[in-house]
């Protein structure tokens, strides 16, 4: 149908179903004292007529907005269960309450008496067309036709038969509509129908089975609470016709407490089946419009009860229920508390609804809200992984960048070690890890990434968490370009840092292999020389001597150029070594520690040891201290430093850095590091830093 044509036929189902339940209620009110013979009477009564109401309520919703038949079909069983109390308990007032003021109430009650027949068999056909609306596959139609046709043979034999019907306890009457001369072939006839719906009712059965057996996870699912309720409400059948046969009577306890049991599996079974298909595997998408109505609902309850109590009830307390003061502080009230209300049944429903999950619209805003107020990647990407996780109830999720022909992992949630690279091919990426979905995140056409979450066994993913994922990586595609720009930023910068400390180290060797041996091949020949002239010239021997003395001061400041260059130490010794050679020629006391400390990565060391000794050099020029101290400390995948003096101090806020600590916070920042300056006037100042770096050698 239409969607047109769809809400009309809705629209008309509502007006026969609301005007059927006050009927329902009229008669079983009218009806109450025939009824009351049997207080099971009543009360199954009222249970079936609500029970009708939701199966009807949850029909409409699923048919109108999920435009599936399954709708129609619990809608159908709700007004069965209708039809079935309305001709009990128009019966109830037609025959006893007020005999013959209602038309034909025996003929009325003789056909809606066996809408049980229609009721069961359409709760049946949904085992074999659940969740979908069609059957397993088109050879199973013939079950579909067969049940179908045998309940209505079976419901039109019943009409036909002469026998006793008794729709009430204490009500019975000669089947008005039998016909006696078909007698002798309605009874057999019926056997047939009877055997023929009872195999088309097996055939569902293990349509479902199957379709169980070969589903999906999230198949499995929607399906298997609407299994185990069809399941116990055939196990309560089998015991009640065991008991009957055993006693050979017609009524047994055992037989009363199944067929009760059935009703309420029937009545409440059957839609928290669907409900859970619904609402926690999220069936036909339906959330956030049972989010809304049960919003709209708790409202209207709420204040309806807020009405009464004060109203009503304060009313009766001081004799004056029309207390125009009352009506109003009741309107100020509600007007008062609507909002907060609002949002916390708001609240409440989207608890009902997605249970500990956020809402989809929650996801997306808070991610939104978190791109607006973060640019860090260090922030950004793993609070990207840690709402992708919450809004889709994933056991972890995981955020990509691409690098080059390949996915590298960027951030996951939880933190959960290593995992390998995922190939890109053809600008595509291959298949990721075991039970774990993939959405590529794209800008502009271009693959940057992609967000990956892997589902717990008791939930699976389905349409509407995929769509929130995809919604998300929409979302996502320029925050991963701003990153992967920062990465390749950073990268540069290491790759600028790392080859100027080559440099440094290639002009180290440089000075030291060139210009340092010919200054001490310079101090050799000038001592032969001091040496001849002593003999030959002594008035030359001072002259000699001089020069000597200057070619060896000159070797001396080479030598020290060359280790501010790049200091051998460093680089055949490690940091602590490096550090404490220089600790000895500084101006004041410097204590070096080293706390499990090994060897790093050139940069690293690099970046680390310049630190520190322009530290130390701040130290001596502008802090007027009488000691220092350095120390260093791996802590596993970090290593961290502090240069800390007992000088005088001063105002970070206040004093503009200069162009040496620029530098270090320079330095540091472009191999992933951080730079912090803790001083205050009278206190001394420490200068701290760490950088992401593993030993190479541990110590």
Not at 467 to 491: K, P, T
Request: glycine share 10%; net charge negative; hydrophobic share 50%.
């Amino acid at each position: 149908m239409s969607e047109r044509t769809t809400r009309r036929v809705a629209l008309a189902v509502v007006v026969f179903a609301a005007a059927l339940t006050l009927a329902n209620f009229v008669l079983l009110v009218l009806g109450r004292e025939a009824l009351t013979n049997d207080a099971g009477d009543l009360v199954f009564g009222v249970l079936i007529g609500m029970g009708a109401v939701l199966y009807v309520s949850m029909g409409l919703l699923i048919a109108v907005r999920a435009r599936n038949v399954i709708g129609w079909f619990l809608t159908a069983v709700g007004v069965w269960y209708g039809l079935l109390v309305f001709g009990n308990a128009y019966a109830a007032v037609g025959i006893v309450t007020y005999p013959g003021s209602l038309p034909a109430p025996e003929e009325v009650s003789a056909a809606l008496s066996l809408s049980w027949v229609f009721a069961l068999v359409t709760l049946t056909l949904l085992l074999l067309l659940f969740p979908d609306g069609r059957p397993p596959s088109p050879r199973w139609r013939p079950v579909l036709w067969l049940t179908a046709g045998g309940a209505v043979a079976s419901y039109v034999l019943f009409l036909l038969k002469p026998a006793q019907v008794e729709p009430v306890v204490g009500i019975s009457f000669s089947n008005p509509l039998a016909v006696e001369r078909l007698s002798g072939v309605v009874g057999p006839a019926l056997v047939v129908a009877a055997w023929a719906t009872v195999i088309g009712v097996v055939g569902c059965f293990v349509a479902l089975i199957l379709r169980y057996r070969h589903g999906e996870p999230e198949l499995r699912q929607q399906i298997k609470w609407l299994g185990l309720v069809a399941a116990a409400g055939a196990s309560c059948i089998v015991i009640s016709g065991a008991s009957l046969v055993a006693c050979g009577c017609d009524e047994s306890s055992i037989a009363v407490v199944s067929f009760t049991a059935l009703i309420f599996i029937i009545l409440l079974g059957v839609p928290g089946a669907i409900a859970i298909a619904l609402f926690r595997y999220r069936l036909y998408d339906l959330d956030l419009v049972v989010s809304k109505a049960l919003v709209f609902g708790l409202l209207a309850a709420l204040f309806t009860l807020v009405y009464v109590a004060l109203v009503i009830g304060v009313g009766t307390v001081v004799g004056d229920r029309g207390n125009s003061f009352l009506t109003i502080l009741t309107a100020v009230a509600i007007a008062v508390a609507f909002q907060p209300v609002r949002e916390r049944v708001r609240h409440l429903a989207n608890r009902i609804v997605y249970g500990k999950r956020a809402t989809p619209y929650e996801v997306l805003s808070e991610f939104s809200d978190k791109v607006a107020s973060s640019f860090a990647a260090e922030d950004v990407l793993p609070r990207m992984a840690q709402i992708l996780a919450s809004g889709t109830g994933a056991s972890s999720a995981r955020v990509w960048l691409r690098f080059d022909e390949e996915l590298r992992p960027a951030a996951s949630w939880p933190e959960n070690g290593s995992v390998p690279p995922v190939a890109v091919e053809d600008g595509r990426p291959g298949g990721f890890g075991e039970g774990e979905d993939g959405v590529e995140v794209r800008h502009l056409g271009e693959l940057l990434g992609a967000l990956s979450v892997t589902m717990p066994p008791s939930d699976p993913m389905n349409p509407s968490k995929e769509r929130l994922v995809r919604d998300l990586a929409a979302q996502a595609g320029l925050v991963l370009r701003n990153v992967r720009l920062i990465e390749e930023l950073r990268a540069s910068r290491r790759r600028i840092v790392t080859a100027q400390d080559e440099r440094a180290k290639q002009l180290e060797r440089n000075l030291h292999d060139g210009a340092q041996q010919h200054l001490v091949a310079l101090g050799i020949q000038l001592s032969l020389a001091k040496r001849l002239a002593e003999r030959d010239a002594p008035e030359m021997a001072a002259t000699f001597d001089t020069l000597q003395q200057a070619a060896t001061d000159a070797l001396e400041n080479l030598r020290d150029l060359a280790r501010g260059i790049y200091p051998p130490l460093l680089a055949d010794q490690g940091l602590v070594v490096a550090l404490e050679g220089q600790a000895r020629k500084a101006a004041l006391p410097v204590d070096v520690v080293g706390e499990g400390v090994g060897r790093y990565p050139q940069e690293a060391e690099a970046a680390v040891y310049f630190c520190c000794l322009e530290a130390l050099q701040n130290v001596a020029k502008y802090a007027n201290a009488s000691s220092a101290r350095v120390r260093l400390v791996d802590r596993g995948g970090t290593v961290t430093f502090e240069v800390t003096d007992d000088g005088a101090g001063f105002d970070p806020e206040h004093t503009p850095p200069g162009t040496g600590l620029q530098g270090m916070k320079d330095r540091l920042e472009a191999l992933g590091g951080i730079l912090e300056v803790d001083s205050s006037p009278g206190t001394g100042t420490t200068v701290g830093g760490a950088i992401p770096a593993r030993a190479e050698i541990p110590m």
